[in-house]
Nanobody, 115 residues
């Protein structure tokens, strides 16, 4: 069945970096545009970054542009999110999913930015 497993979150100080991973299974990964989303407590889930099927095109929310980089490895069925210059407002649970034809959400990975 379709499965998305996020990992790589943790506690980091402001200005720090983290690399998130999302391992996908149960569908033809290379056939889908993929995205990272995040949800902070009490807030709606928001789109953070998008990457095209072959990785040649990316897009970012204004709030993370210049600080986050989305990438993918189709051979490993994995999408990544490299996060740098982290701010306290980046604190949230991060999820990946298909950009269209969204499937069941994974458990997410918690990112906490705090001194």
């Amino acid at each position: 069945q379709v499965q998305l497993v996020e990992s790589g979150g943790g506690l980091v100080q402001p200005g720090g970096s983290l690399r998130l991973s999302c391992a996908a299974s149960g569908f033809t990964f290379s056939g889908y545009t993929m995205s990272w989303y995040r949800q902070a407590p009490g807030k709606e889930r928001e789109l953070v970054a998008v990457i095209s099927r072959n990785g040649g095109s990316t897009d970012y929310a204004d709030s993370v542009k210049g600080r986050f980089i989305i990438s993918r490895d189709n051979a490993k069925n994995t999408v990544y999110l490299q996060m740098s210059s982290l701010k306290p407002e980046d604190t949230a649970k991060y999820y990946c999913n298909r950009r269209a034809s969204v499937v069941s959400w994974g458990q997410g990975t918690q990112v906490t930015v705090s001194s």
